[in-house]
């Protein structure tokens, strides 16, 4: 089993920055893709941010230029750096990890963290 946690989220001005930080733990081989989703209420979950395992990194439009991410494959680990926050960036924001189990990739999510950016 897998687990993934995230923490760093909260309530913040707008333009102001968070750091959102995700831990995989369990029984993991290697991870593929890590990345960062978000849902708004009243909107589908949609990709935030993903990077490889070997850093090729992905974002949606919407946050290019503002957010960050990055892993630490020896720790399991993916942050979330977001800058110049704005209103349309609150939602709950998802850690997700593409998991090597024996010969399939597995998918994982975690619970979700509140981030806030009030105008």
């Known amino acids: 089993q897998v687990r993934l946690v995230e923490s760093g989220g909260g309530l913040v001005q707008a333009g102001g920055s968070l750091r959102l930080s995700c831990v995989a733990s369990g029984n993991i081989f290697s991870i593929n893709t890590m990345g960062w989703h978000r849902q708004a209420p009243g909107k589908q979950r949609e990709l935030v941010a993903s990077?490889?395992?070997?850093?090729?990194?992905n974002y949606a439009d919407s946050v290019k230029g503002r957010f960050t991410i990055s892993r630490s494959n020896a720790e399991n680990t993916v942050d979330l750096q977001m800058n110049s926050l704005e209103p349309e960036d609150t939602a709950v924001y998802y850690c997700n990890a593409v998991v090597v189990i024996i010969k399939s990739l597995v998918d994982y999510w975690g619970r979700g963290t509140q981030v806030t950016v009030s105008s």
């Open positions: 990077i490889s395992n070997d850093g090729r990194t």
